[in-house]
């Protein structure tokens, strides 16, 4: 299944940063009880990947997908720990040869039409815009709809409670990265209340 097909049900994907991977369970029940059944973990810090490898094999219920991937190397790591989608802010031919050698259903990123239309000749249908808001927000995904109609986004970055309707209300848009609704803030607090009070909102977009 490529990732156009895997995410096409999600509307909001909360995008975390897990220092402790002792978090990541509770975290993925968490969002799980409170109406978001996906999970893109980044692999910003050191207890990425033992964090998916947790959610994939104690929540089994949850997508778990695999962010911040930068290095061709990372595909078969991320594999191997249960992440059932790849995300990154962009690409190289190296990371393409990659994933689709390990046939890991990949979200590579993309900000120009140039760069949307050479992922589209690679059979990407679903491309993340990173980062959105500075990149033109809404209204950039808006705009290339029209000349580019056989491609949807997985907008991320800047985007929040107050601008996600905007991008959700696109007919390119899939879903959103949401980084809002798990800051590395309350999960180093374990403050799992409020981020259960953030996700139950976002799953209502």
Same mark, same amino acid.
């Given at each position: 299944?490529?990732?156009?097909?895997?995410?096409?049900?999600?509307?909001?994907?909360?995008?975390?940063?897990?220092?402790?991977?002792?978090?990541?369970?509770? &975290? =993925?029940?968490?969002?799980?009880?409170?109406? &978001?059944?996906?999970? %893109?973990?980044?692999?910003?810090?050191?207890?990425?990947? +033992?964090?998916? +490898?947790?959610?994939?094999? %104690?929540v089994p219920d949850m997508?778990?997908?695999?962010?911040?991937?930068?290095?061709?190397?990372?595909?078969?790591?991320?594999?191997? =720990?249960?992440?059932?989608?790849?995300?990154?802010?962009?690409?190289?031919?190296?990371?393409? +040869?990659?994933?689709?050698?390990?046939?890991?259903?990949?979200?590579?990123?993309?900000?120009?039409?140039?760069?949307?239309?050479? &992922?589209?000749?690679?059979?990407?249908? &679903?491309?993340?815009?990173?980062?959105?808001?500075?990149?033109?927000?809404?209204?950039?995904?808006?705009?290339?709809?029209?000349?580019?109609?056989?491609?949807s986004f997985m907008p991320?970055?800047?985007?929040?409670?107050?601008?996600?309707?905007?991008?959700?209300?696109?007919?390119?848009?899939?879903?959103?990265?949401?980084?809002?609704?798990?800051?590395?803030?309350?999960?180093? %607090?374990?403050?799992?209340?409020?981020?259960?009070?953030?996700?139950?909102?976002? =799953?209502?977009?």
């Open positions: 299944m490529n990732a156009a097909d895997l995410l096409a049900r999600q509307r909001v994907v909360p995008v975390v940063v897990i220092d402790n991977a002792d978090d990541a369970v509770p &975290l =993925a029940k968490t969002l799980l009880a409170s109406g &978001l059944d996906a999970i %893109e973990v980044t692999l910003r810090t050191g207890a990425g990947l +033992e964090a998916i +490898e947790r959610i994939a094999s %104690e997508l778990v997908g695999a962010g911040s991937i930068r290095r061709a190397a990372q595909v078969a790591e991320v594999k191997a =720990a249960g992440a059932l989608f790849a995300v990154s802010p962009g690409s190289s031919d190296a990371l393409l +040869e990659s994933v689709a050698d390990a046939e890991l259903p990949f979200v590579p990123g993309a900000v120009t039409a140039s760069e949307t239309l050479k &992922l589209l000749d690679l059979g990407y249908t &679903l491309q993340k815009f990173f980062p959105a808001e500075i990149s033109g927000g809404a209204a950039y995904l808006k705009a290339i709809a029209a000349p580019i109609p056989e491609v991320t970055g800047g985007i929040g409670p107050d601008n996600a309707s905007d991008y959700l209300s696109l007919a390119n848009v899939t879903c959103i990265g949401g980084s809002w609704i798990a800051p590395p803030a309350l999960l180093r %607090e374990k403050n799992f209340d409020a981020i259960a009070e953030f996700a139950t909102a976002a =799953a209502k977009l």
